[in-house]
């Protein structure tokens, strides 16, 4: 499966955006999707993840009720909501997919689960 993230930009603090996760080649559904974030400087970061029907999501505490994650299977999209941004938000947000098996929601943490990852597309958060 390819990806193609789309969506960021610069946004003052307090403010929103929404990022876009299009994927090709096999059946969407048939990934768990994830999203990721890496500050310069810093190690990349899990930020969210949603289940193949999108009836599960988890969430970091860091982002818990301020980013939504859901998907499209009919449009084989995953979305991130981002509200209430703070600068330390600032980073490039990935986007990643796992075609494996049900896991428990510790893997989906975890960036080695995900074996198909898009280009990243960068949020900036001013203060």
């Known amino acids: 499966v390819q990806l193609q993230a789309s969506g960021g930009g610069l946004v003052q603090a307090g403010g929103s955006l929404r990022l876009s996760c299009a994927a090709s080649?096999?059946?969407?559904?048939?990934?768990?999707m994830g999203w990721f974030r890496q500050a310069p400087g810093k190690e990349r970061e899990f930020v969210a993840a949603?289940?193949?029907?999108?009836?599960?999501?988890y969430y970091a505490d860091s982002v818990k009720g301020r980013f939504t994650i859901s998907r499209d299977n009919a449009k084989n999209t995953v979305y991130l909501q981002l509200s209430s941004l703070k600068p330390e938000d600032t980073a490039v947000y990935y986007c990643?997919?796992?075609?494996?098996?049900?896991?428990?929601?510790?893997?989906?943490?975890?960036?080695?689960?995900?074996?198909?990852w898009g280009q990243g597309t960068l949020v900036t958060v001013s203060s």
């Open positions: 990643a997919a796992d075609s494996g098996p049900n896991r428990s929601n510790y893997y989906y943490r975890m960036s080695g689960t995900y074996a198909y």
């Open positions: 080649g096999r059946t969407f559904s048939g990934y768990v």
């Open positions: 949603i289940s193949k029907s999108g009836g599960s999501t």
